[in-house]
């Protein structure tokens, strides 16, 4: 990682005498490519030194430096001046923490803020290439910014998803694509329930950080009648329980009833005193905003979420948080 930005450098700064934009540059890097592929073999075509360059370019400019920063408007500086300098010189940040692949994928992400967010996530998260391709194209960013305020949005960027209250952990909607059920095909909620276990791996990263699995149709008793809980999990960053209802349909008045119930009795009967209030979703296929606000009084942990089996479209997730942010964002 650090020979690719370390031949970026070399590329800016030195074959290009500090100029980025030289027009010869296009020339030169073809040239370059054919002498070191010549000397050291594959790895150095004319694709991956423009993305070295390019790599070189955005991370430098990342902490706080440029090119004529270093050279004070010259042309030239030590050719000893390397990474662990530029590290220095840019008040210690972090060395680079993911694999080549990695970068290239976060180089073609064009708002600095998304491809921080990444970036931070799938290293605390230690994202395979596979599993950070699958997030950013279900619009993890912009589903989470969504549910922010300005504030929120600016600490995605800088510090990633951090879980220290209820609404933390909530998107809209969830992706399930990976569950293999069609929008058309007839199935139950049994049938949901079923494919959500059978890719159980999957669901855990789709919820989001710290998650848990315990339990399947937990039962629970009282008057003699028996009740069903759908999904239970634990939240080890909250330290509460987290119980998940799914419906078909539209949400009604009676699956937050229920949740309610579902919520009540877990804080009563089941948490201890050192936990958290135990969080409830009910995760259904069509929202009613309205009914919410009317049902569920305003301190409620209980939450409804929309679920889609097909990934989302990136643009219209963006432009939602465009409208929504008013600038952009």
């Known amino acids: 990682m650090h020979t ?15 100029d980025e934009r030289a027009e010869y540059g296009q020339q030169l890097l073809k040239q370059l490519a054919e002498r070191l592929s010549a000397e050291f073999g594959n790895g150095f075509s004319l694709t991956n030194l423009k993305l070295m360059r390019q790599f070189y370019v955005l991370y430098v400019a ?18 000893g001046q ?14 680079f923490t993911l694999s080549w692949s990695h970068y290239v994928f976060l180089l073609g992400i064009k708002k600095t803020d998304e491809r921080s967010f990444y970036e931070i996530e799938a290293t605390s998260q230690n994202w395979t290439l596979r599993e950070l391709r699958r997030q950013f194209q279900s619009g993890l960013y912009e589903r989470l910014a969504l549910s922010r305020d300005q504030d929120g949005i600016r600490q995605l960027a800088q510090q990633g998803q951090i879980v220290s209250q209820p609404k933390d952990l909530l998107k809209e909607p969830l992706v399930l ?7 058309q095909a007839r199935f139950s909620e049994s049938d949901l329930e079923a494919a959500i276990i059978n890719q159980i791996e999957h669901f855990l990263l789709e919820l989001g950080k710290g998650f848990l ?9 009282f008057d003699d009648d028996h009740f069903f809980v759908d999904l239970v999990f634990y939240n080890r960053l909250l330290r509460c329980y987290v119980l998940i209802d799914l419906k078909l349909g539209k949400l009604t008045h009676q699956d ?3 949740m309610q119930m579902y919520v009540n009795y877990f804080d009563r009967h089941v948490k201890t005193d050192a936990e958290a209030a135990t969080i409830g979703i009910v995760l259904c296929k069509k929202k009613h905003e309205a009914l919410v606000e009317i049902t569920l009084p305003k301190d409620a942990n209980i939450h409804a979420r929309e679920y889609q089996l097909y990934l989302p479209s990136k643009e219209e997730l963006q432009q939602k948080l465009a409208e929504w942010s008013g600038d952009g964002v």
């Open 256 to 258: 937050l009833g229920q």
């Open 213 to 221: 699995f315990e339990a399947r149709q937990k039962r629970f008793t």
């Open 4 to 18: 690719n930005f370390e031949i970026g450098r070399h590329i800016v700064e030195f074959e290009q005498q500090g």
């Open 177 to 183: 694509e990976f569950l293999g059920l069609s929008e």
């Open 82 to 95: 390397t990474l662990s300098d530029l590290l220095v010189a840019g008040n210690g940040k972090r060395p």
């Open 62 to 79: 990342r902490i706080g430096q440029t090119a004529s920063d270093f050279t004070g408007g010259q042309t030239s500086r030590p050719i």
